[in-house]
């Protein structure tokens, strides 16, 4: 099967290899190097997709990233939307359809790979066309570290899609032995099919290289399809082209309406005739190469309507070698055309007036409006741009001094000047990094033709009656038109900003690369302003379309978080444990035995916590080692209460307040001895509770002679709960007497556990008689399993948080940060024990004497038993003061922090932070729950062992 | 009731055969139990001096350590280092050191257990580790000797270049991070696997 619409002799595609693909449920053909859209126009089919408002059919306006209509959505081998046609190489059973603004995501899971490497250079050179190359290969011969990036798959830019001469050969010749060199240079990288899309503070560069996309199904499976280079470059050089910018007017969107130089492109890279017969539409010199070039190679160039009234005579006399008729000081009015253009419309244009129309047969409009350099990158690394009235567009103003543009990036757009443009790109990045460049010999390009200035026009008038421009598209993927932003204006928008928002215009995959200039251009026209004046829209990463599962690279599954285990993750896991996100943690949350509901496992082993004995797995506690001559101060200062009285050999508990008063963390202080404590934090407030503690020695406090360091991971800790938990412990460390007289509630001893030196402490959070047992972590599961085996004549029982839960809030321990919320102090916990009356002052101290912290109707934590015991609170549910549902707004009294169901007292209850709380004791309450209110009786927060008789056994 | 000898259980012991099986160009071994002390201490003070004796090296300075002895010297931080020492030195070492400081202001706190020791070697080594590690590891930028507290994907690791152009790290992870970052790294030695893992 052989394509219609190539051109012989010309394109750098693999005519010997031909692929099959489907497009819109066709099968087509075409080879490699070939792009999806490419190798469509190659078979005849212009029309890709209809547009997402209007439906009006669209082809291919351009052959890159600035594609504004041909989007698809890949279908096989795996589904992908939302790509430009014009991006896609073709590969074998490629099988994709047009889209109309909307793709649809796979519903299967994507199972290629997806990573992210780190890489630094001294200079990044992002595009390897001959700006690009010749900065690169400057760069590289002065010994400098490069990384050259090029979305493209071979490198070469602009000149693939053209039949420029360098030294007399073709210029394609020169890129490879370009890249042969640097390819030798061990420290320059070419990456191919590789695009940058964000600048980043302090040169941080993101890219995205396509790594097996074009192998189809054929890529290989280990291998990261794609890959997010995120690049530290110590200077840039933008040498990123410029994309041509289209000319409004009536009927500018349908098939077979192109872009001249991407015409250009696809004769010269691809061998593709875009049609057969042409009218060419220019504002400037750039498109006379393309019609030349697609005259020789076979398409009938029927005019070349030029809007100046004056044309170069080089361009003239080429032309006129060819038969090409040039209509000078004429434009296209518009179009004709149901599927496919079949007609343009002409008329001369002088002094804003349109002549008599005339119209033109063809199957081909290219468009010429000028050139807008590439500039979005250089614009977010916050390089400025200024307006040049003489090209009608934005161009590179004021970078900072590690960044800048070379070639028609930044409005240079002869090949002599842009290999110029490159090199000194490369010497002025080589400077600021203090290195000395050589200057290169660069190759010839020949004598370059007289040119002239373009003209700068956004817009041709409508024939059409009313002038509204409500036939002339500016962002075809939106289907936005002249006329939206003519109502932007008219309603008062001055800003492209704000057009941009009414209109949408710049918002699509490819943020305006066609749309944008032009309308600032149509907006300054319309209010009369300079462009200069007005700006552009601000380009922002990323520049073009990465799909999340790019950005997520490996992070997804398994390695999504850290999954952070204690030692002893194993045999939780080999005991059935069900675990518990505790922050990064794994905790286990219950140990459900067969036919067990979570309900029966948690009341069972709450039982045998309270009855007999049971252990947990409490190495998650924050542990941070305070050691100093100062260490009893310093804690005396973050604690409530004092600590520096604490005798070695002791344990005491401690809240700790920010300076509001309200209580952020708590835990247990042990003093090691005379110069060293070490003190506990909850589980998930580890590292603030450091940083916290650091940040007050550090900025407030250095005089301080204490070292704080962390040591949560050093220890594995397992509290051994329950009655019959002395018993246990003496199997297991026979040596230590826990005798109370010996080894009272509040100490803690070195002993030897199972073999291990230990340090054992007695504190308890269950009120049980409890020990806590610390060795270091690689050790744990020796102690763990010497504790389970002396503890199975006991039933010894492995709990985990919820039962901790439930034990806890039985005897009214707070959970900071679930029964307290950052606006409860220790006093709101009925805890006013705990602060300091002595201390001359502590971290929120000073806040305890607001008139709002001494309030009496402060939420204040007390019990709630539900009427019916056996209703079980949702935790976060409201309570009021009625038993029917007042009319909004309802007075609400507090809410439930905390609701389990208790063993010991054989019904449910919770804990509750309520407006005037320990007042309202016995006070009945109201909780609203699906449309009804449950009765609860307030009551005193510690509903078990109020008398404390159980924590000596 | 008897007590028999116990036997310790390092984080990554049960990665062992994962770690052994990684494609040509990464070795990786989990080197288990070292003393690890860490040591707060101003630099150049009297009591510095008499860690350094009692240690007979000079603290190293910003981002590098003292590998050469028996005692190993990691900086972390302006005041602070990490001691690595082997197995079974953390009592003996850590009386000295307080010894020796005597009622200067210096601490020495054990945490051998916080975090263990992954020795990685290969030519591979470098790319694996930029997959998810910010740090240039050009030999110009960090050579041998460097010591640097980074991310490795989402962990937090001391990296020591031991090797030229990192072919010889080692990575210090804190411990219930160890079987993550085991994980991350055999998922990232995939792309090495020739098509076979």
Same mark, same amino acid.
């Given at each position: 099967?052989?394509?219609?619409?190539?051109?012989?002799?010309?394109?750098?595609?693999?005519?010997?290899?031909?692929?099959?693909?489907?497009?819109?449920?066709?099968?087509?053909?075409?080879?490699?190097?070939?792009?999806?859209?490419?190798?469509?126009?190659?078979?005849?089919?212009?029309?890709?997709?209809?547009?997402?408002?209007?439906?009006?059919?669209?082809?291919?306006?351009?052959?890159?990233?600035?594609?504004?209509?041909?989007?698809?959505?890949?279908?096989?081998?795996?589904?992908? @939307?939302?790509?430009?046609?014009?991006?896609?190489?073709?590969?074998?059973?490629?099988?994709?359809?047009?889209?109309?603004?909307?793709?649809?995501? #796979?519903?299967?899971?994507?199972?290629?790979?997806?990573?992210?490497?780190?890489?630094?250079?001294?200079?990044?050179?992002?595009?390897?066309?001959?700006?690009?190359?010749?900065?690169?290969? #400057?760069?590289?011969?002065?010994?400098?570290?490069?990384?050259?990036?090029?979305?493209?798959?071979?490198?070469?830019?602009?000149?693939?899609?053209?039949?420029?001469?360098?030294?007399?050969?073709?210029?394609?010749?020169?890129?490879?032995?370009?890249?042969?060199?640097?390819?030798?240079?061990a420290d320059v990288q070419v990456l191919q099919r590789t695009t940058a899309f964000g600048h980043y503070d302090d040169g941080l560069v993101l890219a995205l290289e396509k790594r097996t996309d074009h192998l189809g199904a054929a890529a290989p499976a280990h291998v990261s399809r794609q890959r997010i280079w995120r690049i530290r470059a110590r200077q840039v050089v933008y040498a990123t082209g410029a994309y041509e910018r289209p000319v409004a007017f009536d009927d500018n969107d349908r098939p077979g309406i192109m872009l001249a130089g991407s015409a250009r492109t696809y004769l010269n890279r691809f061998g593709v005739l875009p049609g057969r017969q042409a009218v060419v539409f220019t504002t400037n010199d750039s498109a006379y190469p393309a019609a030349l070039e697609l005259a020789d190679a076979g398409v009938r160039i029927a005019a070349v309507v030029e809007a100046r009234e004056e044309v170069p005579a080089h361009w003239r006399t080429a032309c006129d070698e060819r038969g090409i008729e040039i209509r000078t000081g004429h434009v296209v009015t518009g179009t004709s055309g149901v599927e496919h253009v079949s007609r343009a419309h002409v008329a001369p244009f002088s002094r804003g007036r349109l002549g008599e129309r005339q119209g033109i047969d063809c199957d081909l409009l290219l468009v010429s409006g000028g050139w807008n350099p590439a500039v979005a990158l250089f614009s977010q690394a916050r390089g400025t741009l200024r307006y040049d009235a003489g090209i009608g567009a934005f161009v590179p103003a004021q970078a900072p001094g590690s960044v800048r543009t070379a070639g028609s990036a930044g409005g240079t757009f002869t090949l002599a000047g842009c290999l110029a443009d490159g090199g000194d790109a490369a010497s002025?990045?080589?400077?600021?990094?203090?290195?000395?460049?050589?200057?290169?010999?660069?190759?010839?390009?020949?004598?370059?033709?007289?040119?002239?200035?373009?003209?700068?026009?956004?817009?041709?008038?409508?024939?059409?009656?009313?002038?509204?421009?409500?036939?002339?598209?500016?962002?075809?993927?939106?289907? !936005?038109?002249?006329?939206?932003?003519?109502?932007?204006?008219?309603?008062?928008?001055?800003?492209?900003?704000?057009?941009?928002?009414?209109?949408?215009?710049?918002?699509?995959?490819?943020?305006?690369?066609?749309?944008?200039?032009?309308?600032?251009?149509?907006?300054?026209?319309?209010?009369?302003?300079?462009?200069?004046?007005?700006?552009?829209?601000?380009?922002?990463?990323?520049?073009?379309?990465?799909?999340?599962?790019?950005? !997520?690279?490996?992070?997804?599954?398994?390695?999504?978080?850290?999954?952070?285990?204690?030692?002893?993750?194993?045999?939780?896991?080999?005991?059935?444990?069900?675990?518990?996100?505790?922050?990064?943690?794994?905790?286990?949350?219950?140990? @459900?035995?067969?036919?067990?509901?979570?309900?029966?496992?948690?009341?069972?082993?709450?039982? !045998?916590?309270?009855?007999?004995?049971?252990?947990?797995?409490?190495?998650?506690?924050?542990?941070?080692?305070?050691?100093?001559?100062? !260490?009893?101060?310093?804690?005396?200062?973050?604690?409530?209460?004092m600590m520096s009285t604490l005798k070695v050999g002791r344990v005491r508990y401690g809240v700790m307040c920010g300076v509001d008063g309200m209580a952020i963390d708590d835990g247990t202080v042990i003093r090691v001895a005379e110069q060293e404590f070490l003190l506990t934090t909850t589980t998930g407030n580890a590292a603030k509770v450091l940083e916290w503690m650091e940040e007050w020695l550090q900025t407030e406090w250095p005089d301080l002679r204490v070292h704080l360091t962390s040591v949560t991971e050093h220890w594995v800790t397992i509290p051994l709960v329950g009655p019959r938990s002395r018993d246990v412990l003496a199997l297991v460390a026979p040596d230590l007497d826990a005798d109370n007289d010996a080894f009272p509630f509040m100490s803690w001893r070195d002993a030897t556990v199972a073999g291990i030196p230990a340090r054992v402490c007695r504190i308890s959070f269950s009120g049980e008689l409890a020990y806590e047992i610390n060795v270091p972590a690689w050790d744990g599961i020796t102690v763990w399993n010497a504790l389970y085996a002396a503890g199975g004549p006991f039933g010894i029982t492995p709990y985990g948080t919820e039962t901790m839960h439930v034990l806890r809030a039985e005897k009214a321990y707070p959970i900071i940060g679930q029964d307290t919320d950052g606006t409860v102090t220790p006093q709101d916990l009925g805890m006013s024990w705990v602060v300091s009356k002595k201390k001359p002052d502590f971290i929120g101290k000073r806040s305890f004497s607001r008139e709002e912290n001494q309030r009496g109707d402060r939420k204040q934590l007390v019990g709630l038993l539900p009427a019916d015991e056996r209703v079980l609170l949702p935790e976060g549910a409201q309570i009021?003061?009625?038993?029917?549902? @007042?009319?909004?707004?309802?007075?609400?009294?507090?809410h439930v922090t905390s609701s389990y169901r208790s063993d010991a007292l054989q019904r449910t209850f919770a804990l509750a932070l309520v407006r005037s709380g320990s007042e309202r004791i016995g006070e009945t309450l109201y909780v609203p729950l699906d449309g009804r209110t449950v009765p609860v009786t307030v009551t005193d927060p510690v509903l078990f062992d109020k008398e404390g008789s159980r924590r000596d056994g | 009731m008897t007590v028999e000898t116990p036997t310790r259980f390092s984080p990554l012991a049960a990665w062992q055969d994962d770690l052994a099986q990684l494609p040509t160009g990464v070795q990786a071994r989990e080197l288990p139990f070292l003393t690890q002390l860490t040591l707060r201490v101003q630099p150049g003070s009297t009591a510095a001096k008499a860690v350094e004796a009692v240690l007979d090296v000079t603290l190293p300075g910003p981002v590098s350590a003292e590998m050469s002895g028996d005692v190993k010297v990691l900086w972390m931080g302006p005041d602070e280092w990490l001691l690595v020492a082997p197995d079974g030195r953390q009592d003996d070492l850590l009386a000295q050191l307080r010894s020796a400081v005597g009622d200067e202001f210096a601490t020495v706190t054990d945490v051998s257990a916080q975090r263990t020791t992954l020795a990685l070697s290969g030519h591979l080594v470098r790319t694996v580790l930029a997959q998810g590690c910010a740090i240039d590891l050009d030999p110009r930028v960090t050579p041998v000797g460097s010591c640097l507290n980074t991310l490795l994907a989402q962990a937090p690791v001391t990296l020591v270049v031991r090797g030229e152009a990192a072919s010889d790290v080692w990575l210090l992870v804190r411990s219930s991070f160890a079987s993550y970052l085991a994980t991350w790294l055999v998922d990232a030695c995939t792309e090495y696997r020739g098509g076979t893992g």
């Open positions: 099967m052989t394509n219609p619409f190539r051109a012989g002799g010309h394109g750098r595609i693999d005519r010997d290899t031909t692929l099959s693909f489907t497009f819109d449920g066709t099968a087509y053909t075409g080879h490699p190097g070939d792009t999806l859209a490419s190798a469509l126009l190659a078979n005849g089919v212009h029309h890709v997709a209809d547009s997402i408002k209007y439906g009006r059919p669209r082809g291919v306006l351009a052959a890159g990233a600035e594609e504004p209509n041909a989007v698809v959505q890949i279908e096989a081998p795996f589904p992908e @939307p939302m790509l430009t046609g014009t991006t896609v190489e073709l590969y074998d059973g490629l099988d994709a359809r047009g889209l109309s603004g909307q793709g649809r995501l #796979s519903s299967r899971p994507d199972t290629a790979r997806y990573d992210t490497l780190h890489a630094h250079c001294d200079l990044l050179v992002v595009g390897a066309g001959p700006a690009g190359l010749t900065a690169t290969l #400057s760069a590289a011969r002065a010994g400098a570290r490069v990384i050259l990036v090029d979305e493209l798959p071979e490198p070469g830019g602009s000149l693939l899609g053209s039949q420029e001469l360098l030294d007399g050969r073709p210029a394609t010749e020169w890129v490879g032995e370009v890249v042969a060199e640097l390819d030798a240079c002025r990045a080589l400077s600021a990094l203090g290195r000395t460049g050589r200057t290169l010999t660069l190759p010839s390009t020949g004598p370059l033709p007289q040119g002239a200035p373009g003209r700068v026009l956004w817009r041709v008038p409508s024939p059409r009656d009313g002038q509204d421009g409500s036939h002339q598209f500016v962002d075809l993927q939106r289907d !936005a038109l002249v006329s939206d932003v003519l109502r932007a204006t008219g309603a008062g928008l001055r800003s492209v900003e704000h057009v941009k928002r009414y209109t949408t215009i710049g918002t699509a995959h490819d943020q305006g690369r066609t749309s944008g200039v032009m309308t600032s251009g149509i907006v300054a026209e319309a209010l009369g302003v300079d462009v200069a004046d007005l700006g552009t829209m601000r380009l922002r990463p990323p520049a073009v379309p990465v799909a999340f599962a790019a950005l !997520a690279g490996r992070n997804r599954g398994e390695l999504f978080d850290p999954v952070r285990v204690t030692a002893l993750h194993s045999w939780h896991a080999e005991h059935g444990a069900l675990f518990e996100d505790v922050g990064q943690w794994k905790r286990p949350w219950y140990y @459900p035995q067969p036919g067990e509901s979570m309900e029966e496992a948690v009341l069972r082993e709450c039982r !045998a916590a309270r009855t007999g004995v049971a252990m947990m797995d409490g190495s998650t506690l924050g542990k941070i080692n305070v050691q100093g001559p100062d !260490a009893g101060v310093l804690l005396d200062r973050l604690y409530t209460n009021i003061a009625t038993s029917s549902i @007042p009319q909004p707004p309802v007075p609400m009294l507090g | -």
